[in-house]
């Protein structure tokens, strides 16, 4: 059973304007979540992420919020540029160190 | 820097042949992972081992076996490929129970035909 989700398969944005990426996840075991860029022919690279104990995060350009009772994150990208297009993964993590993707989100942004 | 090194970067088997994917990292992580990577199905974990000496299944274990071999190591083995293992494996390490983030190689394209 898939545990995060990510249900758009693809964004498109215009430069310069904001990219929102969401997740939801199942399992409230997870205290810990992730999110991962990642280019064709190249492993994933770690974006940001977001303890439990917060609500939001912010790294430059790029915030995460964490919503505990819906179960949801989302990612900002403010502003978004051409070179941010790549496919953006969700994960969530356990205590244990268990550690679950989503089925990640192509994002283009466009000139 | 070399981080997490998956060898090999491609490989071709005969549907019944076996083989095994190897994975080091040089950053002294306790925990390591196996994951694939298939359309639209993002990346599954199919084993991990949170600490040398444990390994545990993740979403997808059926037809896969691994092994801790020591802190560094830890690998992937197929003993009878079928076509439905063709995928992007990726192999990632992190630190046990520390907020920070894992790290992946660069991945390993296997095909079964």
């Known amino acids: 059973d898939q545990q995060v989700k990510q249900n758009s398969p693809s964004l498109s944005v215009q430069e310069g304007r904001i990219s929102i990426l969401n997740c939801d996840y199942t399992?409230?075991?997870?205290?810990?979540f992730l999110w991962y860029k990642k280019y064709p022919a190249e492993g994933p690279t770690f974006l940001i992420s977001?303890?439990?104990?917060?609500d939001k995060n912010e790294d430059g350009r790029f915030t995460v919020f964490l919503n505990k009772s819906a179960k949801h994150l989302s990612l900002h990208i403010v502003p978004s540029q051409p070179g941010d297009s790549a496919v953006y993964f969700c994960?969530?993590?356990?205590?244990?160190?268990?550690?679950?993707f989503g089925a990640g989100t192509r994002l283009t942004v466009k000139p | 820097n070399a981080g997490v090194t998956q060898t090999p970067k491609f490989q071709v088997l005969k549907t019944g042949q076996s083989m095994t994917l190897q994975c080091a990292q040089d950053?002294?992580?306790?925990?390591m992972y196996w994951y694939r990577q298939d359309p639209g199905m993002g990346l599954r974990l199919i084993y991990y081992?949170?600490?040398?000496?444990?390994?545990d299944k993740g979403e997808v274990p059926n037809g896969y076996n691994v092994s801790r071999l020591n802190k560094r190591e830890f690998s992937l083995r197929l003993e009878s490929a079928a076509p439905s293992q063709t995928s992007v494996y990726f192999c990632?390490?992190?630190?046990?129970?520390?907020?920070?983030?894992?790290?992946f190689g660069q991945g390993t394209r296997l095909t079964v035909v």
């Open positions: 994960a969530a993590r356990r205590a244990n160190n268990d550690m679950r």
């Open positions: 399992n409230s075991m997870f205290d810990y």
């Open positions: 977001i303890s439990s104990i917060k």
């Open positions: 950053m002294n992580h306790n925990s």
């Open positions: 081992s949170a600490s040398e000496g444990t390994t």
């Open positions: 990632a390490s992190n630190s046990y129970r520390v907020n920070t983030e894992a790290f």
